[in-house]
């Protein structure tokens, strides 16, 4: 069936640097990937999708490039902020869209000032 | 955009007694909802899906009798734990699918923290 393995955490960075969360799946077809994010006791926001190959999808400085011939949608943030710190999760569905997503186990970050 | 409203957000119940959490489409309708379970610091595990107007469906080793799921209309779906134990104690949460995907778009509801004394 279909997959999601992203990188495991917690990740630990200091305010301003760099951040790669690295996802990759396995899915029958070509699915739709998605990045959630949830915040602490809070449930899952919707941080930016992608429907097709090359497809890049961003929002609030995130940014994830949809590869299909590595199968991978990493997730990736110039500038991290302390109010970043977040589980982050990374999703598919198929392309129909009838089934529920799959997700990756998550991806703990710290952002520490 | 879309909206799920889920509640309550807290609730603290007794053992034996039953606990219904509510998952509501605000702004579309959701011919298809999920819920799932999550346990501390892991990720979100699926309970069963929901469709309106019909049973619905469990994954494996989630007891339909315990996690009982009414999806009576296009923009409610309740999951009601009976007889709660400790054990049941968790995160709820539900996510509901429009039903015009053009932009497969799943919305999550804040989640229920549940905890069972």
């Known amino acids: 069936g279909d997959s999601v393995t992203q990188m495991e955490g917690p990740v630990t960075l200091s305010e301003e640097a760099f951040l790669t969360i690295n996802c990759t799946y396995t899915a029958t077809g070509y699915p739709s990937l998605f990045w959630y994010v949830q915040y602490p006791g809070e449930g899952l926001q919707l941080l930016l999708k992608?429907?097709?190959?090359?497809d890049k999808g961003s929002n609030k400085g995130f940014e994830a490039t949809y590869r299909k011939e590595t199968t991978s949608f990493h997730l990736e943030k110039g500038s991290v902020q302390v109010s970043d710190s977040a589980v982050y999760f990374c999703a598919l569905s198929d392309r129909s869209g009838n089934t529920p997503l799959v997700f990756g186990k998550g991806t703990r970050l710290s952002v520490i000032a | 955009g879309a909206v799920v409203s889920q509640h309550p957000s807290r609730v603290i119940c007794k053992s034996g007694t039953s606990v219904k959490i509510e998952c509501r489409s605000l702004d579309f309708q959701a011919t298809t909802m999920f819920w799932y379970r999550q346990f501390p610091k892991q990720s979100l595990m699926l309970m069963a899906t929901?469709?309106?107007?019909?049973?619905?469906?469990?994954e494996q080793g989630v007891e339909k009798d315990k996690f009982l799921i009414n999806h009576a209309s296009l923009t409610l779906s309740t999951l009601t734990v009976t007889s709660a134990h400790p054990e049941d104690s968790s995160f709820y949460i539900c996510?509901?699918?429009?039903?015009?995907?053009?932009?497969?778009?799943?919305?999550f509801g804040s989640g229920t923290r549940l905890t069972v004394v």
């Open positions: 992608a429907t097709k190959a090359d």
């Open positions: 929901s469709n309106e107007g019909s049973k619905a469906t469990y």
């Open positions: 996510s509901a699918r429009a039903t015009s995907p053009d932009n497969y778009g799943y919305t």
